[in-house]
């Protein structure tokens, strides 16, 4: 998990942050498949954080999950990516066909380790399914791992008991469990972009 000291210290956002955006695709637009979603604003979080890292040179990693069935299978127009992200030029495009961004292709670790890589800012879809199951293995790998839980959403789910959980409770838990077990630093997508500014110097003759 991430080191406790760095955890606790106020969010700082790195000049070499990277934005791994997690599966914005068309497909979770599927709401006869996938039921009911949270947080109607997190596709307008979403674009503001890649405006903010384009805008600053900072690298951005696209990844799309790639089904055998259902709405996100290649080729349909569901695997296409949303407009939010549609247009964002990518440092590394990723295809994974599980949870974790970690198990696509090519290697994100690998890709990470090769840039010298230590913070890792990850949005997108779903927030307790892919983004969570990146955020635990960014964290067991070392890498400080920052959640704007405004920047993803969600579906309501059903356990095993019947019961049908909504959608806002579970990505309130993921980010409870991800902050208390110090897998990652839950946040706003505020809070990043005033670090993002804060931490990066101004560029001469900018407006």
Same mark, same amino acid.
């Given at each position: 998990? $991430?080191?406790?000291?760095?955890?606790? *210290?106020?969010?700082?956002?790195?000049? &070499?942050?990277?934005?791994?955006?997690? &599966?914005?695709?068309?497909?979770?637009?599927?709401?006869?498949?996938?039921?009911?979603? &949270?947080? @109607?604003?997190?596709?307008?979080?979403?674009?503001?954080?890649?405006?903010?890292?384009?805008?600053? /040179?900072?690298?951005?990693?696209? !990844?799309?999950?790639?089904?055998?069935?259902? @709405?996100?299978?290649?080729?349909?127009?569901?695997?296409?990516?949303?407009?939010?992200?549609?247009?964002?030029? +990518?440092?590394?495009?990723?295809?994974?066909?599980?949870?974790?961004?970690?198990?696509?292709?090519?290697?994100?670790? +690998?890709?990470?380790?090769?840039?010298?890589?230590?913070?890792?800012?990850?949005?997108?879809?779903?927030?307790?399914?892919?983004?969570?199951?990146? +955020?635990?293995?960014?964290?067991?790998?070392?890498?400080?791992?920052?959640? @704007? $839980?405004?920047?993803?959403?969600?579906?309501?789910?059903?356990?095993?008991?019947?019961?049908?959980?909504?959608?806002?409770?579970? *990505?309130?838990? $993921? /980010?409870?469990?991800?902050? +208390?077990?110090?897998?990652?630093?839950?946040?706003?997508?505020? &809070?990043?972009?005033?670090?993002?500014?804060?931490?990066?110097?101004?560029? !001469?003759?900018?407006?």
């Amino acid at each position: 998990m $991430t080191n406790t000291s760095a955890f606790d *210290a106020p969010l700082t956002i790195d000049a &070499d942050a990277v934005l791994v955006v997690i &599966d914005v695709q068309k497909g979770f637009e599927d709401y006869a498949f996938w039921g009911t979603r &949270d947080n @109607p604003e997190a596709e307008l979080r979403i674009a503001e954080l890649t405006d903010a890292w384009q805008a600053t /040179g900072r690298p951005i990693v696209v !990844v799309q999950h790639a089904s055998q069935a259902g @709405p996100l299978v290649p080729g349909t127009p569901g695997y296409e990516l949303k407009d939010a992200v549609a247009g964002v030029a +990518a440092d590394l495009h990723i295809t994974k066909p599980v949870n974790s961004a970690f198990y696509g292709t090519p290697d994100l670790h +690998a890709w990470l380790q090769q840039r010298g890589a230590r913070q890792v800012v990850i949005i997108g879809i779903m927030t307790n399914v892919c983004n969570e199951t990146t +955020a635990r293995m960014a964290g067991n790998l070392g890498y400080d791992t920052v959640f @704007p $839980t405004d920047a993803m959403h969600t579906f309501d789910m059903t356990g095993p008991d019947g019961v049908t959980v909504p959608a806002a409770e579970l *990505a309130r838990a $993921t /980010g409870t469990v991800l902050h +208390a077990m110090r897998f990652a630093k839950v946040v706003t997508t505020g &809070d990043v972009l005033a670090a993002a500014r804060a931490d990066r110097p101004a560029v !001469v003759g900018a407006s």
